[in-house]
């Protein structure tokens, strides 16, 4: 059971490129969500789905896009990358209901020069 | 403002010690509160998950304790290892079923040989 599995580990962009970070979960969870970290700081919400077909934004929308096609997988675009995106991004999951725990995956560390 | 304010910033112990770590929150609606332990270049685990009604909550060497009426939590490690080294983050859930979480910046927390 790998759980929720976000690739790439590392990346790095020239302003201006555009990427997509990849996550997918095995758990057959509806909810996923996509957070940026940046150093001292609390994870902040970029984007989160309910289900297939479903997205929101979060707090920090802005810069991103997402789509969900499937329950197992929950891309995150960046288009025009900017210095500002630099960052650790986390996925998570959970199954709808009960204790509502998210489990995250183990991040991708982008830089943006 | 939701917020979550956690206390020390970083901690240094050694080995075998016990220690405690702080959290403050002003979040409206509650719903529970968590404790994460994220490891180096990992993402965040939870270790418990707290409701309203719950005063005290355990895991191992893990005690958590949560009073409602002055919104403060703690998280108590006990007999510490070199492996509890590690942020520890306080995350607090409101609203409704997407799981809307307010994340504090963690407590980095080192054990000494």
């Known amino acids: 059971n790998a759980g929720v599995t976000q690739t790439p580990k590392f990346r790095i962009l020239k302003i201006g490129q555009s990427m997509t970070l990849q996550c997918a979960q095995d758990?057959?969870?509806?909810?996923m969500y996509w957070y940026r970290q940046d150093p001292g700081m609390g994870l902040k919400l970029i984007y989160y789905?309910?289900?297939?077909?479903?997205?929101d934004k979060g707090e920090v929308p802005n810069g991103y896009n997402v789509s969900r096609s499937t329950t197992e997988d929950f891309p995150l675009r960046l288009e025009l990358a900017a210095p500002s995106q630099t960052s650790v991004y986390f996925c998570?999951?959970?199954?709808?209901?009960?204790?509502?725990?998210?489990?995250f995956g183990a991040g991708t560390r982008l830089s943006v020069l | 403002k939701n917020q979550v304010e956690q206390s020390p910033q970083s901690l240094i112990i050694l080995e075998g010690k016990n220690c405690t770590l702080q959290?403050?929150?002003?979040?409206?609606?509650?719903?529970?509160l968590r404790w994460y332990k994220q490891d180096t270049g990992r993402g965040p685990v939870s270790l418990t998950i707290?409701?309203?009604?719950?005063n005290t909550k355990s895991n191992g060497r893990y005690t958590a304790t949560l009073d409602a009426d002055t919104k403060q939590s703690s998280l108590h490690i006990t007999a510490s290892q070199l492996s509890d080294s590690a942020s520890y983050i306080c995350?607090?859930?409101?609203?409704?079923?997407?799981?809307?979480?307010?994340f504090g910046k963690g407590t980095k927390l080192s054990v000494k040989p």
């Open positions: 758990m057959n969870h509806n909810y």
């Open positions: 707290m409701t309203f009604s719950e």
């Open positions: 789905s309910v289900g297939a077909g479903i997205t």
């Open positions: 995350v607090v859930a409101y609203g409704g079923s997407q799981g809307n979480l307010i």
């Open positions: 959290c403050n929150y002003t979040v409206s609606p509650f719903s529970n």
């Open positions: 998570a999951s959970r199954t709808t209901g009960g204790s509502n725990i998210q489990y």
